[in-house]
């Protein structure tokens, strides 16, 4: 069996960020990937009550403009933990860049200001465990 060499994992949002308002990562070339399916894992590490984090990915070709919709988003979160999410970019063959976008809100007592410290990392989905899986459903 030949192994493929993936993309290693990559930090959509770098560990242990912390925000209180909605913002964006870093551009991250996906143009060099080999499967073009990719497992992304959000880690909430710190929260505070009634607060809510949305997470998405958006896509572009040229890094200047960027889809008007997300091509990925993990289901809204209000408490810490990981959530999985496998992003495939197969249906979009003109992405060559990703990069995460987040917003957040809070409502009740207390500060207004929400707060979370979060990460989102990306890992390609190995061209082996694509075809074990597409083998298992013949």
């Given at each position: 069996?030949?192994?493929?060499t993936?993309i290693p994992?990559i930090n ?14 870093p551009?991250?070339?996906v ?14 590490t710190?929260?505070i009550e009634q607060?809510?984090?949305?997470v ?7 890094g ?13 979160k ?12 197969t249906?979009h ?9 987040w ?7 207390g500060?207004?200001t ?25």
């Amino acid at each position: 069996m030949t192994m493929t060499t993936a993309i290693p994992e990559i930090n959509l949002v770098p560990a242990g960020t912390t925000a209180s308002t909605k913002g964006d990562g870093p551009a991250i070339d996906v143009s060099g990937a080999t499967t073009r399916v990719f497992l992304l894992t959000l880690a909430i590490t710190k929260i505070i009550e009634q607060e809510s984090l949305d997470v998405s990915v958006y896509g572009s070709s040229d890094g200047a403009s960027w889809s008007a919709k997300s091509i990925g988003a993990f289901p809204q979160k209000f408490y810490a933990g990981e959530s999985p999410l496998l992003l495939d970019l197969t249906a979009h063959p003109d992405v060559k860049l990703v990069r995460a976008h987040w917003e957040m809100a809070r409502w009740g007592r207390g500060v207004e200001t929400p707060l979370f410290e979060f990460g989102v990392s990306m890992r390609e989905v190995p061209a082996e465990i694509l075809r074990e899986t597409a083998q298992a459903k013949t």
